[in-house]
């Protein structure tokens, strides 16, 4: 009995213990990172800060990396506001905005005409808009032991994304790289599980240029045949680089912090073209605009062949109301939107892989932005 | 227990006024006792049937919308013109996982614990059982984090082996993939369950009537005969019981298959090769990017998980149930 | 006694008694000796034939063990014996199957976590700053985790007791059988399920925004079956004789449950309710639909997206760079050792409390 009574209050004193060390510990949290490793140089950018309180917001997880650090820049500048951007996908993003949850959705592809009717309901005097803030190439990384450099067409990836393909020293594939030692490997094509905007561009950019190779219809969810799957954008590319002679699609952002080879696209210019900033935005400035109004919706040229454009490109929207948008959380909304537009806004993406948007494009944004109401 | 009727004579001590007592309970701290735990499994139903009318609601929608048979189409796409979508493939790699689950957990789940209860050295097997429970509270989030980034890279050289010695079967052919098919998914179900199944055999292996054991015993049986004539006869029912238990934790788990499962609609005769879905999985992977119709749509899909895995539990409880009656628990 | 034994089984050679009694054993240390023999052979073929997987290795080892052990066993200790032997082994190797998987799980977690858990880690949240980027810390989703289970706790777990004791000491008749039921349907729910219902009612028709209020409402629904049920299993554990003995002193019946019943059981029931706890903590899906997930420490539960330990290790998981791949092992390490704490002290007041029965 004695035994058992110290052995009681031992474990006692260990539950207390732990249970005040947690409290203890959360009672002392900081939210001020701003000190510790990783923080950022962020240069006090011109912000002009409005509203207050915490902006809810939802939606592609494509854009996460550039939204992080726009709301570090703009939470460094304007302390009132907290900005609180979910990366739980384009679908789910979009309704919980037409559900009335958040004050903008981020969307890899801009609202669908019953969408629109939707946003009808929630804007009341408005609709919902697309206003397109940032762009990124999609890139096509591979994992083949020996190649450091790849080229292919649009014709040869549709045929390796429907398996028709098979083999990584395939005639089609020899004939755009002739110098190459291709190996006699077996190709693993990875496409995505969950849907995604990268997937409905990569077919968008295949039903375009190579229409008599993939027949499926551009769809977020993934329509080719076999293959393998694997979900989210770090879910594939770390399947590129664990998995010998695999080939899969995601934004160049995930290429370059997993270190995977990317394929150069021949896209009918003199010089195959890489997938990198610089060529993204030349493709989003052959763009067309296809949203009236205040909707800016974009619709890309997939098949272009000017030079140095790379036309695998996301354009990520950010979408709001154009009248009728919450109260409370107009303002800060707005000057969000502002910041984002801004050309430092647009600066501080160039370094994560992101494409910044043509200066025109982002010049009528900007307008738009500063109707909002 | 045929206590409900209280004793026609208060003893002297009894707090209540004597004269108020009559044959039933009327005392004011039984009666508000008994609302209070009445009303708790009547809010507890309530909720239930909320939860239950709600699923049902829209599931109903999401049928009547597709254009598909919902039981036997091998497709899923709720979001098109024509909407289509059945569970053939989620069923299939549901029951498929669960099985390989449990064909390989099972028996060494009986094995371990055996071990701890009638091999392992005295000083080993109170900790051992220990740290067996402890891994049963392990959050599945981080068995699929384990299974994605270690399991799988080590499984491909597994597979290939298995490939050619058992390639011509068909059920064993593996074309050199990443090792992300539903024979992965089982193993990393396998090893989740385990702990559980384990820790119920375990317990019920250690209710075995000393007198059996040491009757055998001097019978001058060896320890398997022991093992073989008295514990496993008395622990069958138990054991069945424990991998029902397993068995309903592997067919809902979804964080761990999503994370390491790559999913697809077809049905491929190889289980080495990538490809299948569960339900659970299926559900977590497609739900962010689904509208309102196609999130009915895997509600619908849910609302069978479900029925599944209360026919499971439904089961384990009628053998639990005959088994006390069995051994005579609580007479 | 012992001059009883009338060989109870016809044995292959039936040896007069005495001789049988001292009949041939393998020495005490030869299952090691075979095992490291084993071992060697194992690795050796595995290095001839090239295999590079060390599952292989092992495979072959003890294919190669159970294999010698019982050639080996029949012919020097006769077949029941080297079946004994056998059924040994092959429980052994359940064993080390088994631990292996789950020491390499355990040691993982602690390896790749241990990298970036240091005081700032625990004591900072993330901040703005972006997931790509090295730094950062978990507190807001300790906060977030600590009172998102506290609430679901105070949430099920009374309704979940008093339920059982109405099953156990009062439910008769239909609606007890009704009850009995749903708790069964309640523990098949799929979490995401729990929390779409919750979802629709509080938040889309009750017009309520996310918060961890909002989560724990959806945990509650998932803990409630296992709080009912495990406290079930230990109400009936309590002998009917403890009861008996009460009601006939002219306790009533409310102050036999309270004084007597519950006391007797209550070791069981904490550790049921832990136990329902831990495995709520590690819900991610209710979480991320109906707490939001948030960067930064939020200390009110009722009001505005907080974070969670387990939706962290996903989302973080899910950014896929190295910085937020260390995060996501540091709070996965967190999570464990949370609810392993949990877990003890569940344990061992059952251990204390345990009411004594036979054995």
Same mark, same amino acid.
């Given at each position: 009995?004695?035994?058992?009574?110290?052995?009681?209050?031992?474990?006692?004193?260990?539950?207390?213990?732990?249970?005040?060390?947690?409290?203890?510990?959360?009672?002392?949290?900081?939210?001020?990172?701003?000190?510790?490793?990783?923080?950022? =140089?962020?240069?006090?950018?011109?912000?002009?800060?409005?509203?207050?309180?915490?902006?809810?917001?939802?939606?592609?997880?494509?854009?996460?990396?550039?939204?992080?650090?726009?709301?570090?820049?703009?939470?460094?500048?304007?302390?009132?506001?907290?900005?609180?951007?979910?990366?739980?996908?384009?679908?789910?993003?979009?309704?919980?905005?037409?559900?009335?949850?958040?004050?903008?959705?981020?969307?890899?592809?801009?609202?669908?005409?019953?969408?629109?009717?939707?946003?009808?309901?929630?804007?009341?005097?408005?609709?919902?808009?697309?206003?397109?803030?940032?762009?990124?190439?999609?890139?096509?990384?591979?994992?083949?032991?020996?190649?450091?450099?790849?080229?292919?067409?649009?014709?040869?990836?549709?045929?390796?994304?429907?398996?028709?393909?098979?083999?990584?020293?395939?005639?089609?594939?020899?004939?755009?790289?002739? =110098?190459?030692?291709?190996?006699?490997?077996?190709?693993?094509?990875?496409?995505?599980?969950?849907? =995604?905007?990268?997937?409905?561009?990569?077919?968008?950019?295949?039903?375009?240029?190579?229409?008599?190779?993939?027949?499926?219809?551009?769809?977020?969810?993934?329509?080719?045949?076999?293959?393998?799957?694997?979900?989210?954008?770090?879910?594939?590319?770390?399947?590129?680089?664990?998995?010998?002679?695999?080939?899969?699609?995601?934004?160049?952002?995930?290429?370059?912090?997993?270190?995977?080879?990317?394929?150069?696209?021949?896209?009918?210019?003199?010089?195959?073209?890489?997938?990198?900033?610089?060529?993204?935005?030349?493709?989003?400035?052959?763009?067309?605009?296809?949203?009236?109004?205040?909707?800016?919706?974009?619709?890309?040229?997939?098949?272009?062949?000017?030079?140095?454009?790379?036309?695998?490109?996301?354009?990520?929207?950010?979408?709001?109301?154009?009248?009728?948008?919450?109260?409370?959380?107009?303002?800060?909304?707005?000057?969000?939107?502002?910041?984002?537009?801004?050309?430092?806004?647009?600066?501080?993406?160039?370094?994560?892989?992101?494409?910044?948007?043509?200066?025109?494009?982002?010049?009528?944004?900007?307008?738009?932005?500063?109707?909002?109401? | 227990?045929?206590?409900?009727?209280?004793?026609?004579?208060?003893?002297?001590?009894?707090?209540?006024?004597?004269?108020?007592?009559?044959?039933?309970?009327?005392?004011?701290?039984?009666?508000?006792?008994?609302?209070?735990?009445?009303?708790?499994?009547?809010?507890?139903?309530?909720?239930?049937?909320?939860?239950?009318?709600?699923?049902?609601?829209?599931?109903?929608?999401?049928?009547?919308?597709?254009?598909?048979?919902?039981?036997?189409?091998?497709?899923?796409?709720?979001?098109?013109?024509?909407?289509?979508?059945?569970?053939?493939?989620?069923?299939?790699?549901?029951?498929?996982?669960?099985?390989?689950?449990?064909?390989?957990?099972?028996?060494?789940?009986?094995?371990?614990?055996?071990?701890?209860?009638?091999?392992?050295?005295?000083?080993?097997?109170?900790?051992?059982?220990?740290?067996?429970?402890?891994?049963?509270?392990?959050?599945?989030?981080?068995?699929?984090?384990?299974?994605?980034?270690?399991?799988?890279?080590?499984?491909?050289?597994?597979?290939?082996?298995?490939?050619?010695?058992?390639?011509?079967?068909?059920?064993?052919?593996?074309?050199?993939?990443?090792?992300?098919?539903?024979?992965?998914?089982?193993?990393?179900?396998?090893?989740?369950?385990?702990?559980?199944?384990? =820790?119920?055999?375990?317990?019920?292996?250690?209710?075995?009537?000393?007198?059996?054991?040491?009757?055998?015993?001097?019978?001058?049986?060896?320890?398997?005969?022991?093992?073989?004539?008295?514990?496993?006869?008395?622990?069958?029912?138990?054991?069945?019981?424990?991998?029902?238990?397993?068995?309903?934790?592997?067919?809902?788990?979804?964080?761990?298959?999503?994370?390491?499962?790559?999913?697809?609609?077809?049905?491929?005769?190889?289980?080495?090769?990538?490809?299948?879905?569960?339900?659970?999985?299926?559900?977590?992977?497609?739900?962010?990017?689904?509208?309102?119709?196609?999130?009915?749509?895997?509600?619908?899909?849910?609302?069978?998980?479900?029925?599944?895995?209360?026919?499971?539990?439904?089961?384990?409880?009628?053998?639990?149930?005959?088994?006390?009656?069995?051994?005579?628990?609580?007479? | 006694?012992?001059?009883?034994?009338?060989?109870?089984?016809?044995?292959?050679?039936?040896?007069?008694?005495?001789?049988?009694?001292?009949?041939?054993?393998?020495?005490?240390?030869?299952?090691?000796?075979?095992?490291?023999?084993?071992?060697?052979?194992?690795?050796?073929?595995?290095?001839?034939?090239?295999?590079?997987?060390?599952?292989?290795?092992?495979?072959?080892?003890?294919?190669?063990?159970?294999?010698?052990?019982?050639?080996?066993?029949?012919?020097?200790?006769?077949?029941?014996?080297?079946?004994?032997?056998?059924?040994?082994?092959?429980?052994?190797?359940?064993?080390?199957?088994?631990?292996?998987?789950?020491?390499?799980?355990?040691?993982?977690?602690?390896?790749?976590?241990?990298?970036?858990?240091?005081?700032?880690?625990?004591?900072?949240?993330?901040?703005?700053?972006?997931?790509?980027?090295?730094?950062?810390?978990?507190?807001?989703?300790?906060?977030?985790?600590?009172?998102?289970?506290?609430?679901?706790?105070?949430?099920?777990?009374?309704?979940?007791?008093?339920?059982?004791?109405?099953?156990?000491?009062?439910?008769?008749?239909?609606?007890?059988?009704?009850?009995?039921?749903?708790?069964?349907?309640?523990?098949?729910?799929?979490?995401?399920?729990?929390?779409?219902?919750?979802?629709?009612?509080?938040?889309?028709?009750?017009?309520?925004?996310?918060?961890?209020?909002?989560?724990?409402?959806?945990?509650?629904?998932?803990?409630?079956?296992?709080?009912?049920?495990?406290?079930?299993?230990?109400?009936?554990?309590?002998?009917?004789?403890?009861?008996?003995?009460?009601?006939?002193?002219?306790?009533?019946?409310?102050?036999?449950?309270?004084?007597?019943?519950?006391?007797?059981?209550?070791?069981?029931?904490?550790?049921?309710?832990?136990?329902?706890?831990?495995?709520?903590?590690?819900?991610?899906?209710?979480?991320?639909?109906?707490?939001?997930?948030?960067?930064?420490?939020?200390?009110?539960?009722?009001?505005?997206?907080?974070?969670?330990?387990?939706?962290?290790?996903?989302?973080?998981?899910?950014?896929?760079?190295?910085?937020?791949?260390?995060?996501?092992?540091?709070?996965?390490?967190?999570?464990?050792?949370?609810?392993?704490?949990?877990?003890?002290?569940?344990?061992?007041?059952?251990?204390?409390?345990?009411?004594?029965?036979?054995?």
């Amino acid at each position: 009995m004695k035994l058992q009574r110290k052995t009681r209050v031992r474990a006692l004193a260990v539950g207390a213990l732990a249970v005040s060390g947690a409290l203890a510990l959360s009672a002392c949290g900081s939210d001020d990172t701003t000190g510790g490793p990783g923080a950022s =140089s962020a240069k006090a950018a011109n912000i002009k800060c409005d509203g207050k309180g915490k902006l809810l917001a939802s939606g592609s997880s494509a854009q996460k990396n550039a939204m992080d650090v726009w709301v570090q820049n703009y939470s460094g500048a304007c302390k009132d506001t907290e900005i609180n951007y979910q990366p739980t996908g384009s679908g789910a993003g979009v309704t919980t905005f037409l559900q009335g949850q958040t004050a903008f959705a981020g969307s890899d592809s801009a609202l669908e005409p019953g969408e629109v009717e939707k946003s009808k309901q929630l804007c009341k005097t408005g609709q919902g808009i697309n206003l397109p803030m940032v762009g990124g190439p999609v890139a096509i990384g591979y994992n083949v032991p020996g190649v450091e450099d790849l080229v292919l067409d649009a014709e040869t990836l549709a045929k390796i994304f429907d398996s028709k393909i098979t083999k990584w020293n395939d005639p089609a594939i020899k004939k755009l790289n002739p =110098s190459a030692k291709l190996p006699d490997l077996k190709i693993q094509a990875f496409h995505r599980s969950d849907e =995604s905007g990268t997937t409905k561009n990569l077919t968008e950019y295949f039903k375009a240029a190579a229409p008599k190779d993939w027949k499926h219809e551009p769809d977020k969810a993934w329509a080719g045949k076999g293959g393998q799957a694997a979900s989210g954008s770090s879910g594939v590319s770390s399947q590129v680089k664990q998995t010998a002679g695999a080939i899969s699609y995601f934004e160049l952002s995930y290429a370059e912090s997993s270190q995977v080879n990317t394929v150069k696209l021949d896209t009918g210019a003199k010089e195959p073209v890489e997938a990198n900033v610089d060529n993204a935005s030349k493709a989003i400035a052959e763009a067309k605009r296809v949203g009236k109004g205040n909707d800016h919706a974009m619709e890309l040229a997939y098949d272009t062949k000017a030079e140095g454009a790379y036309p695998i490109t996301l354009v990520t929207y950010e979408i709001a109301c154009d009248k009728g948008n919450k109260k409370e959380t107009l303002p800060a909304t707005k000057s969000f939107l502002t910041y984002m537009a801004s050309e430092d806004g647009q600066a501080a993406l160039k370094e994560l892989g992101y494409a910044p948007l043509p200066t025109e494009i982002a010049e009528q944004v900007r307008k738009t932005v500063s109707t909002l109401s | 227990m045929d206590t409900s009727a209280i004793p026609q004579n208060p003893p002297p001590t009894a707090p209540a006024a004597p004269s108020e007592v009559s044959g039933k309970a009327v005392r004011p701290g039984d009666r508000i006792f008994l609302g209070l735990s009445r009303g708790s499994g009547i809010a507890l139903l309530v909720i239930m049937a909320a939860i239950a009318a709600f699923l049902t609601y829209r599931s109903v929608l999401a049928i009547q919308g597709d254009k598909a048979n919902f039981f036997t189409t091998f497709e899923w796409d709720p979001s098109g013109a024509e909407p289509k979508f059945g569970i053939a493939v989620l069923a299939f790699g549901t029951v498929v996982s669960s099985i390989i689950a449990m064909i390989i957990a099972v028996p060494v789940a009986v094995g371990i614990a055996l071990f701890i209860s009638h091999y392992a050295p005295r000083k080993l097997a109170a900790p051992l059982g220990y740290v067996i429970d402890l891994l049963a509270a392990v959050p599945s989030i981080i068995y699929g984090l384990w299974g994605a980034l270690f399991l799988v890279p080590h499984l491909s050289g597994l597979y290939a082996w298995l490939d050619s010695y058992l390639g011509w079967t068909g059920i064993f052919s593996y074309s050199q993939g990443a090792a992300r098919s539903l024979f992965t998914v089982g193993i990393l179900l396998a090893i989740m369950i385990l702990p559980i199944v384990t =820790s119920v055999s375990r317990e019920v292996f250690l209710q075995v009537p000393k007198m059996h054991e040491e009757a055998a015993l001097a019978l001058g049986a060896t320890r398997w005969e022991v093992i073989r004539m008295s514990v496993l006869p008395f622990g069958r029912s138990g054991i069945i019981s424990a991998s029902m238990l397993g068995l309903g934790r592997a067919l809902g788990e979804t964080m761990a298959v999503a994370t390491v499962l790559s999913p697809s609609f077809l049905i491929g005769l190889s289980l080495l090769d990538p490809g299948g879905g569960t339900f659970a999985q299926n559900i977590a992977s497609k739900f962010s990017e689904a509208d309102t119709f196609g999130q009915d749509a895997l509600i619908a899909s849910g609302l069978v998980l479900f029925v599944i895995t209360l026919l499971v539990n439904g089961a384990a409880r009628l053998i639990i149930a005959r088994r006390k009656e069995y051994s005579g628990a609580n007479a | 006694m012992s001059n009883v034994v009338t060989e109870p089984r016809p044995v292959a050679d039936s040896a007069p008694l005495p001789v049988s009694l001292k009949q041939a054993r393998l020495p005490r240390w030869s299952p090691p000796v075979f095992a490291l023999v084993a071992l060697a052979a194992g690795a050796g073929i595995g290095l001839v034939a090239g295999l590079d997987s060390k599952i292989q290795w092992g495979l072959i080892a003890a294919l190669l063990f159970i294999i010698g052990t019982f050639t080996i066993a029949t012919k020097v200790e006769g077949a029941r014996q080297a079946r004994d032997r056998l059924a040994t082994s092959l429980v052994w190797m359940a064993f080390l199957l088994a631990v292996l998987p789950l020491a390499s799980l355990l040691w993982e977690t602690v390896d790749r976590g241990r990298k970036v858990l240091d005081g700032y880690f625990l004591t900072h949240s993330m901040g703005t700053l972006p997931d790509a980027m090295v730094g950062g810390g978990i507190n807001h989703a300790i906060t977030g985790t600590l009172q998102q289970v506290g609430l679901a706790t105070l949430i099920a777990a009374p309704i979940g007791l008093l339920t059982a004791i109405y099953l156990v000491e009062y439910g008769r008749g239909k609606l007890a059988k009704a009850v009995t039921f749903f708790v069964d349907v309640m523990t098949g729910i799929p979490s995401i399920v729990a929390g779409l219902f919750v979802l629709s009612v509080w938040i889309l028709i009750l017009g309520f925004g996310p918060s961890g209020f909002a989560g724990a409402m959806a945990l509650a629904i998932l803990m409630m079956p296992v709080v009912v049920r495990s406290t079930e299993e230990m109400l009936k554990l309590v002998p009917n004789e403890l009861r008996e003995a009460s009601l006939a002193l002219g306790v009533p019946k409310w102050r036999t449950i309270l004084k007597v019943v519950l006391p007797t059981s209550i070791g069981g029931i904490t550790t049921g309710v832990m136990l329902a706890i831990a495995r709520i903590t590690g819900e991610t899906a209710p979480v991320l639909l109906l707490v939001w997930g948030a960067k930064t420490i939020n200390n009110n539960p009722f009001e505005g997206a907080q974070q969670s330990l387990p939706l962290y290790v996903y989302q973080q998981w899910q950014q896929g760079s190295e910085a937020s791949y260390d995060r996501a092992w540091a709070a996965a390490l967190v999570l464990i050792a949370f609810v392993m704490i949990l877990n003890l002290v569940a344990r061992g007041i059952a251990r204390w409390k345990a009411p004594k029965t036979g054995r």
